[in-house]
């Protein structure tokens, strides 16, 4: 089976950074999701990393390292709706199976 | 672009009864997902579809949980008998095809059993 690992809560100021970590244990890893969930709603899509190195989307970024099993999301500037959860899913096997970790609840504060 | 449609937002049944939620993909979507979502955890997959065929189904509970797609368009899931533990929220997704494209998720259902 897949095994996910994230923080279950961090807490942080308004306009500084965070980063939110996600460790794995799978086998035949193809790639990996970064997902933003607000109270109540559905998961919306931020990032997809499949080759180790860092990608970087606006005030969101996200690093893979295959060989540690490791990645994670970095948020700058935070603003007050930033306050979400964040999902890390990683997607193994040919038919491309995803599994997401429990999330981490980012609480932005002024 | 329309997102993933499903209905009902919001059901509260009786242990024992059962229950159908319904999902519609975005168009043209071919892969379709249903996740049950405990509070506080992340979605746990049910079912994986790729068109009409069934692609992952090893955590849907088979004694109880059904789904199909029959045309390879829209999704029922069903809990026949559900049990208290099924209170949950039940995502549907879509996505393009089953491989490295992001998956739309729908509003989905918050069900409640009692």
């Known amino acids: 089976g897949q095994n996910i690992d994230q923080p279950t809560e961090m807490t942080a100021t308004e306009g500084a950074i965070v980063q939110i970590n996600c460790t794995y244990q799978?086998?035949?890893?193809?790639?990996l999701f970064w997902y933003q969930q607000h109270a109540g709603e559905a998961p919306t899509f931020l990032s997809y990393n499949v080759l180790d190195g860092l990608e970087e989307k606006g005030r969101f970024s996200s690093f893979l390292s295959r060989s540690k099993g490791y990645s994670y999301l970095l948020l700058k500037e935070l603003q007050m709706k930033d306050s979400a959860s964040y999902l890390c899913a990683v997607q193994t096997g040919g038919s491309y199976i995803p599994t997401f970790g429990r999330g981490t609840s980012l609480i932005v504060h002024p | 672009e329309a997102g993933v449609a499903q209905s009902p937002r919001y059901k509260i049944i009786e242990k024992r009864q059962s229950v159908a939620f319904w999902c519609n993909p975005i168009?043209?979507?071919?892969?379709l997902y249903w996740y049950q979502q405990i509070l506080g955890q992340g979605p746990k997959l049910l079912i994986q579809f790729q068109n009409n065929g069934v692609v992952d189904d090893s955590q849907l509970p088979k004694d109880r949980f059904s789904a199909e797609r029959l045309k390879g368009v829209d999704s029922t899931l069903k809990i026949q008998p559900a049990k208290l533990e099924d209170s949950a929220v039940y995502l549907c997704a879509s996505s393009l095809v089953g491989g490295n494209t992001e998956a739309f998720f729908g509003q989905g259902t918050r069900l409640t059993v009692v």
């Open positions: 799978t086998s035949g890893f193809n790639g």
């Open positions: 168009s043209g979507h071919a892969t």
